[in-house]
């Protein structure tokens, strides 16, 4: 990898080395060869290591290896965490990025996960072989070599991160040939399976020295499997098997004397029921896969390529509501995570006699690729959007309705002519009499709603009941485009769709360069690194939400086609005789082409129709089988035609799937009919949005992708000044969301400022030729509002971003006093613009950061180190800041909390000082305290006074500190143990926990309150323990024996113990009603209240079996050293019911108070079947979702070689 020569007094330095295990070999005239096995190199710190020769007067032959000890205290500790290597991670109870993060001093982990890190909101950021992770962040098991966790003192290489790094890196290539394989198999009856394993060696050596490796590579595989991919602490409760198929066969029962039904489910007891461990369709799987080859360019320099893919996919838990009946509607869901990268890295050794002030001059340029991309939906419809909702084909029969009118009807057609009619029957229009079911295949569950709604009511015959498709839905049946509701709000029946298909993908391209060279000599010689980084994201999105009744393309296409013929044509009436007798007087349908409607059009096209024609097409006949449709022509025949292409999104308009604010399909970088169009290279402007067409002149809504552009530039210098070692530098970023934004999140339209209006010094002319006078403290860029929109005829008053002021100039905290009782109207350009428009929008400003990093160690003595270091940190946005021009363009028409695409990264500021001391010759103890100030953190905002009305937003406002302390202890291995323990003291108090904790107060009424409270990761006391605890073999056994056996030689444990105490909650005195609602009142003080304690124990025992493969013939070489590792992990060894979450107003897991409180009983009384209801809600309330994973059991065994 490299090396150097000492000056005179015996000095080295080898600069850079990646991060890794490597052997350290020297040699001098007059010595023995030295070998140093397993030095490891940690990411971002200097590795100290003083070589001791031994004289080769006595033996010129011998070779001195050792192998190496991490010191117990490194000179160069200037930051926090952790670097854990391949061989510790080996023996841990759970070997990931997160279980080893999980085990650090400071990580908030309740069951095993990466949570908070040091009361940080944002979460981690994770490294792959430099490359910064999108999507997945697994990586094989056999292919980790090495994880840093830096919770504190980050160099100046890394930024956009507030809650820690987590950096993986893989293995590499080796000059010999080995690998592994390993099996895992879980013996608690939950199915999990787990396949992997590892190859490496050299593909081409050197022809010179065949120890030397010039092009190496590495591989690793992980499969795995889990039978049963949700498990919970307290089982899961579902329908027998025969009730089961009693709900499915006969869905409905009919209410009383028959005039309407309820569903059979919602007679479901606790002896319907049965408590089963195993959650049915959840299974999952995936394949990892990470490879790496190295080319030996020259004698300084390497080519790197690296890549790796993630693909998984499976059936995953819906939620406590699909558990008792629908389990078998498991949404379906596929990701995959691919990337790669190409790293090329060249040293400039340096003379050791050179008097040059530069020394070990090193670059290295990677440039990365990340694809992420995931797809779910329901198992069965996936993405075929037409089949969700479809029950089957609803034929109604139509009949005219007449009146007979002795009045006279001029100008009626008969027989070619025009005359004047009286005493006739006069068409009044249309009616249903009948409505023909036949089930389709797609959704058969819910078609047995129909059937069964139909057998119910034929006693009793079609009229009101099933003579139209609005009586079917009076009476509870179900037509295409519905779902049946939930029983009693909480239980999804048998078929119930329970998610929309959905499909994004995101891209990231990123240049790294980064150098560095020495600069000085000697003592006063100066580590310069230096680098710049470049990264740009391409995310794509689209998402039908059409489960909702109201957003099905069955019910728009119901709503919409055959609109604009409703009507009769009552102005052209013509007559109908028979035998010369004329007794009927007709109309023909009515065209009105301003109503009719994209899809109705297009339908018409592709069934061969007249576009405007005035045929009535029965959406709900379509045949999926033949592509049929049929329709009614103007003569009331009934008549079948063929769709041309089949029914697809394509058929509608953009603004049809999104009509009056109800979003039936959201999406970026796609069309609105689902293709991936627009990529790096074709992006549509916001001009586009409001002015594209296609060829037939409709608005097709054309949305570009997200393009964020990162960019960040660092120096940094370390040094040491006598026992001090510093390492200061600064990092710039530069974050581009490149989008557009609105000018003003005040106003939705165009507006004039102040400064646009102001004449003749400081006077506003008015519409009625008044003037009004500007207060000198109002700038040139504040908004002027008016009394109307449209007559302004008087100043009410300005705002200078959030600030508001009335007429005088006199600052105001209520936008509504300036309302004039309709609310705060702005000086529009157009005063009667009622859509926005492009003219509203500016482009996103880029956002400037600047990060110095300082950082130093001091050794105290040989046994004491004193360490400190200030940081700042920003983070780019990372939820909440990409709205649509949907829902601008909607905005009248929805409710809907909006992004804010204009939000700024969020800051921290660190101070952290600590001391290491040396307790025993393998152990030590570092205690440090840390002190965090957050600003600019993302939270909702209500945006009172917003023109044309108030909305929900996020803005840059929370703020917060994280007050701690960490005492950690590190026990090197002594005889059998080896112990990580730590305990952290933390107080985490910000204005919100989440970007929605202010929704509350908005509901409340009090919006923009800011006040530090707790934040939900806020525990106070959190304990880590990693216990190794081991026996050796041969001369180093000190274990038991029998007969001379060594019967625990390799055999060892590793014990993981995290917890703490518990975390905060709100309580509330009121209960809320699951059914009606209702606000909970606060009790006490914002997460005032804790929840228990708790603590999770992982185990794994394992033991080694070491052999030699061939070697033992004369002649032979020497055998191949193998190694077989058996293995039981236990995970929650407890199996501790740890609660994680708990109901406000009992602070209980397992009750919530609403079947006990007063205030509901007559609520819970009016139940159909109030003990079913009773029942079901207790087995509700005590969900699995409250608790932590119940335990896991797994063997298994792996082969090294």
């Known amino acids: 990898m490299g090396g150097a020569s000492s000056d005179f007094d015996g000095n080295y330095d080898i600069n850079p080395i990646p991060p890794g295990t490597y052997d350290l070999k020297a040699s001098c005239i007059g010595l023995n060869p030295f070998v140093l096995r397993g030095l490891v190199i940690p990411a971002n710190k200097i590795t100290f290591y003083d070589i001791k020769m031994a004289s080769g007067a006595i033996n010129l032959n011998e070779v001195t290896v050792i192998d190496y000890e991490i010191p117990l205290i490194s000179k160069d500790n200037t930051q926090s965490g952790a ?22 001093g400071g990580v908030f982990s309740q069951d095993g996960e990466v949570g908070s890190i040091r009361g940080s909101r944002e979460g981690a950021v994770y490294y792959i072989d430099g490359v910064k992770v999108i999507g997945s962040t697994s990586v094989p098991q056999g292919a980790i070599d090495q994880v840093d966790v830096i919770l504190g003192g980050t160099p100046a290489m890394y930024g956009d991160a507030m809650g820690g790094i987590i950096n993986m890196t893989t293995k590499g290539p080796s000059r010999t040939w080995g690998g592994g394989l390993e099996a895992e198999y879980s013996v608690d009856g939950y199915g999990h399976g787990r396949l992997g394993g590892s190859i490496q060696g050299p593909l081409i050596k050197s022809k010179k020295n065949d120890q030397e490796a010039l092009l190496g590579f590495f591989l690793a595989f992980d499969l795995t499997r889990n039978q049963y991919g949700s498990t919970s602490a307290v089982g899961y409760w579902r329908a027998k098997e025969d009730w089961m198929e009693q709900i499915k066969a006969n869905p409905l029962t009919l209410a009383g004397l028959g005039t309407s039904t309820y569903q059979t489910a919602a007679f479901t007891h606790k002896d319907n029921l049965y408590d089963t461990r195993f959650l049915n369709n959840t299974t999952n799987q995936s394949i990892n896969v990470t490879g790496k080859i190295d080319v030996r360019t020259g004698k300084n320099s390497n080519l790197t390529f690296g890549g790796s893919m993630v693909r998984s996919g499976g059936h995953y838990d819906g939620g406590s509501g699909q558990h008792f009946f629908n389990t078998e509607k498991n949404y379906l869901s596929k990701s995959g995570t691919y990337r790669g990268y190409v790293r090329f890295s060249q040293r400039f050794p340096s003379d050791p006699e050179s008097t040059s002030l530069i020394s070990n001059v090193y670059y290295s340029a990677q440039a990365d690729y990340s694809h992420y991309k995931s797809e779910s939906g329901d198992p069965d419809l996936w993405n075929n959007i037409f089949a969700y909702g479809n029950i089957g084909k609803f034929t109604t029969t139509r009949e005219p309705n007449f009146h007979f009118s002795p009045d006279a009807i001029d100008s009626v057609l008969v027989d070619g002519q025009y005359k004047s009619i009286s005493n006739a029957w006069v068409l009044d229009n249309y009616f249903d009499t009948y409505v023909d079911f036949q089930p389709s295949n797609f959704n058969p569950l819910l078609a047995t709603y129909v059937t069964n709604y139909y057998n119910l009511y034929e006693p009793y015959g079609a009229l009101g009941y099933y003579d139209n498709i609005s009586n079917i839905i009076l009476h509870n049946g179900l037509v295409n485009g519905m779902s049946p509701s939930a029983v009693y709000g909480m239980y999804a029946v048998p078929g119930m769709v329970q ?32 680098g710049f980084q470049y990264e740009q994201r391409n995310n794509s999105s689209m998402q039908y939400n059409i489960t909702a009744y109201n957003r099905n393309p069955w019910t728009l296409m119901r709503d919409m086609v055959n609109f604009h013929i409703r009507e009769l044509d009552v102005d052209h009436p013509y007559a109908v005789s028979y035998d010369g007798y004329v007794d009927t007087i007709m109309y023909n349908r009515m065209y009105d082409e301003s109503t009719q409607f994209t899809v109705d059009a297009r339908l018409r096209q592709a069934m061969g129709l007249p576009v405007n024609g005035t045929e009535w097409i029965l959406i709900d006949t379509y045949d999926f089988d033949n592509n049929t449709m049929k329709y009614y022509d103007a003569n009331g025949n009934l008549k079948t035609a063929t769709v041309d292409g089949g029914l697809n999104m394509n058929l509608f308009g953009a603004d049809e799937l999104t009509r009056d604010g109800q979003l039936s399909v959201y999406y970026y970088g796609y069309t609105y009919d689902g293709n991936r169009k627009y990529g790096l290279t074709e992006r549509p402007s916001l001009s586009d949005f409001f002015t594209e067409k296609d060829d037939q002149g409709v608005l097709t809504r054309p949305i570009g992708a997200q393009q964020p552009i990162y960019m960040a530039g660092y120096i940094q210098d370390k040094f040491a000044f006598k026992d001090l070692i510093f390492n200061i530098g600064v990092r710039v970023d530069r974050f581009d969301a490149n989008q557009d934004v609105l000018k003003d999140p005040y106003v939705l339209y165009d507006f004039n400022t102040a400064g646009d209006l102001m004449q003749n010094g400081r006077m506003i002319k008015m519409d009625d030729e008044s003037w009004a006078e500007v207060p000198d403290n109002i700038g040139n860029d504040y908004v002027v509002y008016v009394n109307k929109a449209t007559e302004r005829t008087a100043i009410v008053g300005y705002r200078n971003g959030n600030t508001w002021y009335n007429e005088a100039g006199v600052e105001i905290n ?3 006093a300036i309302g004039m009782g309709s609310g705060a109207a702005p000086w529009l350009k157009n005063p009667d613009q009622m859509v926005v428009d492009k003219e509203s929008f500016k482009d996103y400003d880029p956002a400037w950061s600047v990060m110095p990093r300082i950082s130093f160690s001091f050794p105290i003595s040989d046994e004491a180190l004193f360490f400190a270091h200030y940081d700042v940190l920003t983070q780019r946005p990372s939820s909440s800041f990409y709205c649509s021009p949907l829902y601008y363009y909607r905005f009248n028409e929805t409710s809907s909390t909006l992004a804010n695409p204009d939000l700024k990264p969020a800051q921290t500021i660190e101070y952290e000082l600590g001391f290491t001391q040396k307790v025993t010759n393998t152990s030590s103890l570092t205690i ?12 909702m905002y209500r945006f009172n006074g917003a023109y044309p009305k108030a909305y929900n937003s996020f803005s840059n406002l929370d703020f917060g500190t994280v007050k701690g302390l960490t005492a950690s202890y590190d026990m090197r291995r002594t005889k059998n143990a080896r112990i990580r323990a730590s305990y952290t003291l933390q107080y985490a108090d910000m204005t919100g926990s989440s970007t929605s904790t202010a929704s509350a107060l908005i509901a409340a009424g009090v919006p923009n309150l800011r006040s530090t409270f707790p934040t939900n990761a806020d525990r106070r006391h959190s304990f880590n323990l990693t216990l190794d605890y081991r026996y050796s073999e041969g001369k180093n056994y000190n274990g038991p024996t029998i007969k001379g056996h060594q019967i625990l030689s390799n055999t060892g444990f590793s014990l993981q113990v995290n917890g703490g105490s518990g975390t905060p909650y709100t309580a509330s005195r009121t209960v809320s009603s699951p059914i009606s609602g209702g606000n909970n009142l606060l009790q006490g003080t914002y997460n005032g209240s804790r929840i228990p304690a708790s603590f999770r124990f992982d185990l794994r025992v394992d033991k080694d079996f070491n052999f030699t493969v061939g070697g033992k013939k004369e002649g032979e070489s020497k055998g191949r050293e193998m190694g077989v590792n058996v293995y039981l992990q236990v995970l929650n060894l407890l199996n501790s019911k740890n609660i994680t979450d708990v109901y406000p107003a009992t602070g209980n897991a397992d009750d919530d108070g609403y079947l006990s409180a007063p205030a509901w009983q007559r609520e819970i009384n009016s139940q159909i079947d109030p003990q079913a209801f009773i029942q079901m809600y207790q087995l509700m309330v005590n969900s699995g979702y409250n608790y932590s994973m119940p335990r896991h059991i797994r063997l298994g065994l792996s082969l090294n070689f």
């Open 928 to 939: 440090s305290a840390y002190y965090h100030e957050l600003r600019n953190m993302i939270q």
């Open 499 to 530: 998610t929309g298909y959905a499909k994004s993908v995101s891209d990231q391209i990123a240049v790294n360069v980064n150098g560095s060279m020495t600069l000085g000599r000697g003592d006063n010689s100066h580590e310069i690194k230096l």
């Open 83 to 104: 670097s854990i290597t391949s061989e510790e991670i080996a023996k841990l109870p759970v070997r990931s990025a997160e279980a080893v993060a999980a085990s650090v």
């Open 814 to 816: 209520d936008p509504t």
